[in-house]
């Protein structure tokens, strides 16, 4: 889910949900909410959040299309 993705992401470059939302100009509540899939970002906010985690907005796309993809379908 984009949520967990997000997280990754997020732990991966060392930030905070405070440090997050801080750079991305939304709530801490609102990563939260984020993180646990019970939200979905609007576009202009995804993009803020992909450039406050350091990732391009199609690499984590990628991730999370990689997630869906069954290890035989990851293999073709």
Do not use: H, W
């Not at 406050?52 to 997630?67: H, M, N, Q, R, T």
């Amino acid at each position: 889910m984009l949520g967990q993705e997000i997280r990754k992401a997020r732990l991966k470059a060392g930030l905070t949900q405070e440090d997050l939302a801080a750079k991305a100009r939304v709530t801490r509540e609102y990563v939260s909410l984020l993180e646990l899939n019970k939200r979905m970002p609007t576009l202009p906010v995804f993009v803020r959040l992909c450039k406050a985690i350091g990732v391009s907005a199609p690499d984590l796309l990628a991730k999370l299309e990689d997630s869906f993809l069954s290890p035989a379908a990851r293999r073709a």
